[in-house]
């Protein structure tokens, strides 16, 4: 399925980290104009900075007047210590920068037509066995309360002349940044083993086909709605290391048993436990049926074109 490429100036409110910086990358070599809403001021190209504190109105918001679309990727990182105060953190930050970039739209004269919000396959909860799709039940606990709070939030802000697309992002693959980049530094030290019992699930995808996704939601009129952004194949946790593993040639991967985890994590680490123990098998029926080809549907081809030295491909739009 064809798509025409996007046009005119793109906005990405918390567009500075590593997938945000992805996406600039490609939607500049589109041809797009990017402006990023950052906390900074100023930051790498090919983006254009504006300052914004993602809570207020300010001068940031004039830049949405006559833009071909809004991407949000604000929010706090869950790769943390799930202290009280960095819960709160995580939740305002979502609901806040949606809110306040609703208000925006209603402030300016020509806002963007479509208006794309990430938010989180975690809303689904910890599935050890069960494979979801965009029509599967919510699940229960911390991060399904932040998704649901982050998706209403989204719904009450936008305009009702504007597209709405949400993209339940799972865990996108990266050459210069993200989770992989720890994952294959454990693995590097003879570390890359299973966590846990090994059978919670990973759901994937390459950054390359992360912002085709974008891409796609920016330029094709018919998306609308919810679709869970991921790679058509979700792994095990034993088969994600271990294809990492092969792929960076470490023949060893000591495990790490769920208790050491627990332990470890928060003191080494300095992260969530539950990033690693948990887990779960999602697929995009939504994306499958209208017609979305992956340029790397199956792990060892995405983890294989990572390790390169090589910039990662984007593929043909489909």
Known sequence: MQWPNPQGKVVIAGGSGFLGSSLAHHLHAKGCEVVVLSRRSSGPPPARFAQWDARNLADWYPELNNASALITLTGRTVDCIKAPAHKDEILRSRVDSTTVLGRALRAIDNPPPVWVQMSTA??????????????????????????????????????????PVILRTTFVLGRRGGALSRLRKLAR?????????????????????MNRIFERAIADHTMRGTYIATAPNPVSNAHFMRTLRKAIGMPIGLPAPAFMVKLGAPLLL????????FGRYCVSKRLKDEGFEFTFPALDGAISNLMRKSPPQDGASS
Request: aromatic share 8%; proline share 7%.
């Open 270 to 277: 300095r992260t969530d436990p539950e990033l690693a123990i």
């Open 122 to 163: 975690h809303i689904y909860g910890d599935l050890p066995t069960i494979i979801c799709d965009e029509s599967s039940p919510i699940g229960e606990g911390f991060a399904p309360t932040v998704g649901t709070a982050w998706e209403a939030a989204f719904n009450d802000a936008i305009p009702d002349n504007i597209r």
């Open 189 to 209: 030290l003879g570390l890359g083993g299973k966590i846990g019992h090994g059978r919670q699930g990973i759901s994937w995808i390459h950054e390359a086909d």
